[in-house]
Structure formats: structure tokens, C-alpha cells
């Protein structure tokens, strides 16, 4: 549904997309996941026909985003990190405005309309204006706008953005509704990395490159059975002394991560070991964001743990 | 491909029976300047007479109502590339250009709508004199709201940001406007401004006008013949519109939309 081959976005020096390459299939709920800055507005945007790449090419729905972005803007709704509604008209009328800019008949708009209001819960806001409504309404609306016709791929780009916890459930909420319904390819980016546990399918890109993908829990069970967490006052020595038995840490400046592969009689014989020398001791399950901290350790010298975990 | 631009116009003239000051502005400017600047002029002015030069206002000031309605229409092109509108038009199955062309449709019909407002404020103040042609006024209103539209659009394809609003007012809106027969003959000018005049298309719009609103009085009629307006008039809409589309085309114009999207992510 949505295929990219070397796909490249340069602006002067810098490379914001990097030859990425992506296969997402049809009906598939697609995670690209990365830090800020790392290319996935700009991977969205060249997908979503607003920017022309520099390089590469892509296809949205089998058309060619270079050569027939229309036919591609019909199939696709895109959801940006910024609103594309009208705050001075209602939302029914923004609904209107934007079924009728995908040339949608007036029965068909209404009945859409109806749908929409009733799955976003945004009924009993039908004739108030954009402007009045909370950030957590207006993203529902903004997500309701992208899919009136009915789009065979929904881009969205960092949906949760902005939001508090409560409304970021229910946008969640809602696109899971929405693909139940609908069936529709979901190509989301996000940096919270625990929203995109859901996702078929993830691609972390760093830099403007696919770093790692494939699904989330295959990459989290790859990782490692348990990352073993160790707190004390002095880490960089703690470190060195347990890299022979445990192989390379990941020091945040809290805390240092392992992966650890061991047994509980392991861990047991850690805890006596190091009693007294640490402050804490802490065995779990990995997650996506040990993937993506692990990922980007072991591709460049000096960890940017810090700035990845935001 | 019509469903959209007719959604762009219905869109814009919501916006503007939404926006009451907007619309009393577009009535109070007008009068103010037939009724009050109208009568000081026309006190200064000996030979045919105070009501005369009002009434040679007449057409400047239902031309002044068409630049400012569709001037500020189709520069809210710009405010929409800020706000959220120009996001859900670039990202609609059309090609870019034809969001300029519904922009224009769309600031011509809500500056005709003004100026149909105000025409019917003329009336009752009994400015309309009797020879006023229907058809042509028709077609006046028609062909000067379009082609200060497309000055609109042009200007809007080009600036980047609202910021610099303040500035299209005073070097884009007033020069055209005082640079024209709306308030004085062009032959009467000195031949500098003469000459700035007659490039300046909404000149002819005036003109047009006045031929469709005469005024009556010996030595301040029309400047140039109806024929010659509407084509100046016409040309300039096509070619003015034509860059603009191709503008609009182009990534560049879509640069400060495409940057704020890309500021918390990238």
C-alpha cells in the first residue's frame, strides 16, 4: 500500500530522509518511530505529496507521489501536527468544507458526518466553532477531517502530540475504532514509544535511516529476556567491573541498563555480589524503548541515551 | 473539480457574514469618503460644483469598496497558510494552482457582494443618478472585482507570512487606489503620476465604472473607452492569475506551511 525506495529529502547540506526504504502492506498499522529530528515529518510529508523528494521514489496506493500526487491525495488522509481546520467555521462545517473538497456528494457528506461525530464523540459539539474546542477535541476533529472519504492510507504524523494522558487514550481509542471499521492502512510517527505497542509493524529511523524494524515484540523479545537496571553513586567504575560478566551498560547518568540473559540463580548470585555497592537492583521486561536505546548505542560511540529518551 | 472551488466560495462568504466589522467597514469607508471627504474636496473644487464631484466619486468609491473586499479576501490566502485552511486545501485531489483559482472566484464574489451592499446604500441616498446601465455596471463590477482579486492573489503567492500585512496595505492597496481615477480625472494628473496611473489596472476598473455610473458633468467623465478597459482589465486578470498559479505550483510557495508542520518533529 504504501512502498518507498531510496527515498531522499536534502535541504542544502542537510539530509533530513536519507534513502529510506519502507513496504508497508495493505491494512497494516505502521509505526516509524525515531527521536525529533530524525526524519519522519519529512518521511511523511514526501509520502503525503507535500514535499517533493530530492531522490527516490515512492508509491501511496499504487500511484507515484513524484508523478500523479492528485491521485495519491485522493486515496490518503493525512493528520499533521497542526490542525488543518478552519477555526471560525463549526465542526460540522469543517466536516463539510473538507468532504467537499474530495468532491463528496452532499448525502454522502451528511452520512459521513453522522458517522464521524458518533465514533469521535464529537456530537454534542456539532455546531460549536473549531476555536472553542480543547486540544483533545480539536485532534479528534482534525482525525475525523482526514478520514471523511473514506481514505485507503491514513498518515498520521505524531497524533498524540500536545496531549494530556486521558486524551491521548482516546485518540488512541479512536483510531483503533477506526480500523476496526474501516480496515484502513494506519502509517503513524510517534516518540512516545510505548503508543506504538499496538503497531504490526515499527521502523526506527535515526538520522534519516531505517535503523532497526519489524514487529514490536519480536524486536523487544530479540533484545534480550531482561534488562537488569543497577543505581549507585559511582556508575562508570560499576560498569567496567561488570562488563565482563554482562556485557556492554547503558548509563543515563541515573542508572546503568544491561541486557541480561542470565537465570534467577544469576541474578541472586548478582545480588549478593554486589550488596552494599549499589543502591538498587532491578531486573524487567524490555520494551520498544530499550529496542531504540539499545539501537542507537551500538551505532554510534557515544550513547545519546539522554536526548533519545524524551 | 467544481465541488471544491464552489466549497472555497461558500466557505468565504461565511467567513464574511461571520465577520460583521469586516462587512460594516466595507460600507462605513466608502461612505465616508463619498459623504465627507467627497463634500471637502468638492467645496475646494469651484467650476461644476460640490454635488458634482460627488457624484464623480461615485464609481471611485464602489471601486474602492471591490479593491479593499477583494484585496482583503484574497490576502486571506495568507492567514490561511498561518491557520490551518491552506493544510487542508494543499493536501484536497486537486492540482495547487486551482487553489488559486478558487480563491480568486471566491474574492471576487465576496467583493461583488460588498459592493452590491453598497450600491444599494447609494441608492437610497439617492446617488445613483438616472443613465446608470445595468448591464455594463454588471459587467464593471464583474471584471474590476476580478482583477482585484488577481492583484490579491498575486500578492498572496508571494509573501510569506502575515507580518508583513501592514505593508501590503500601505505599498500594495493605497498606491492603486490613489494611483487611479478614483478620486481625480487621470488626465487631469501630472504627467508622472499620469503615467503610473494608466499602468495601474484597477485605473481602468474605475474607469468602467464610471462609464456604467456617469456622472453627467462636463469635464469630468470617463479617461478611456469601454473597449480598451475591459480588455486592460482582462488581460491583466489572466496573466496576473496565470503567475500566480504557477507560483502556488512550486514547492517555494508552500515553504512556511511545510516548516511549521516540521518544527516539533522534523
Known sequence: ?310 | MLRPVYAVMEREVLRLLRQRARLAAALARPLVWLLVIGAGFGALYDPAGRAAYQQFLVPGVVGMTLLFGAMLAALGTVHDKEFGVMRMLVMAPLPHAWIVIAKLLAAALVAALQALVLLAALAALGYLAAGAAPLLLAAALAATAFACAAIGMLVAAFSRTLENFAAVMNFVIFPVFFLSGSLYPVQALPAGLRAAAMLNPYTYGVDLLRHALPAGAAGLGTDFGIGRDLAVLALFTVCATALACWRFSREAAHEPLVRRLARKGA
Open chain 1, 1 to 310: 500500500m504504501v512502498a518507498a525506495r531510496g527515498l531522499t529529502k536534502r535541504y542544502g547540506e542537510v539530509l533530513a530522509v536519507d534513502a529510506l526504504d519502507l513496504d508497508v502492506p495493505a491494512g497494516a498499522f505502521f509505526g516509524l518511530l525515531g527521536p525529533n529530528g530524525s526524519g519522519k515529518t519529512t518521511a511523511i510529508h514526501m509520502l503525503s505529496t507535500l514535499i517533493r523528494p530530492s531522490a527516490g521514489e515512492a508509491r501511496v496506493a499504487g500511484h507515484d507521489v513524484r508523478r500523479e500526487p492528485v491521485a495519491v491525495r485522493r486515496a490518503i488522509g493525512v493528520v499533521f501536527q497542526e490542525p488543518a481546520l478552519d477555526r471560525s467555521l463549526s465542526v460540522e462545517e469543517n466536516l463539510r468544507l473538507a468532504g467537499r473538497l474530495y468532491g463528496l456528494p452532499a448525502a454522502e457528506i451528511r452520512r459521513r458526518t453522522e458517522e464521524l461525530l458518533a465514533l469521535f464523540g464529537l456530537g454534542a459539539r456539532r455546531r460549536q466553532s473549531a476555536a472553542a474546542l480543547s486540544g483533545g477535541l480539536r485532534r479528534a476533529l482534525d482525525i475525523a477531517r482526514g478520514v471523511i472519504h473514506r481514505p485507503q492510507v491514513l498518515f498520521l504524523d505524531e497524533p498524540t502530540i500536545g496531549l494530556d494522558v486521558p486524551n491521548r487514550r482516546a485518540i488512541w481509542r479512536y483510531i483503533a475504532g477506526l480500523r476496526a471499521e474501516t480496515g484502513v492502512t494506519v502509517v503513524l510517527t510517534t516518540h512516545y514509544l510505548e503508543e506504538a505497542d499496538d503497531c504490526d509493524r515499527v521502523a526506527f529511523i535515526r538520522a534519516g535511516r531505517v535503523v532497526a524494524s519489524g514487529a514490536p515484540r519480536a524486536l523487544v523479545e530479540n533484545l534480550a529476556p531482561r534488562i537488569l537496571e543497577v543505581e549507585g553513586a559511582d556508575l562508570e567504575p560499576l560498569a567496567l567491573r561488570l562488563a565482563p560478566k554482562l556485557g556492554p551498560a547503558l548509563n543515563d547518568g541515573q542508572r546503568l541498563s544491561f541486557c541480561f540473559h542470565g537465570s534467577a540463580a544469576d541474578f541472586g548470585a548478582l545480588q549478593s555480589e554486589l550488596a552494599g555497592a549499589v543502591e538498587a537492583l532491578r531486573l524487567r521486561r524490555p520494551n520498544l524503548n530499550d529496542v531504540f536505546l539499545w539501537v542507537n548505542a551500538t551505532q554510534t560511540p557515544a550513547p545519546p541515551a539522554r536526548a533519545a529518551a524524551r
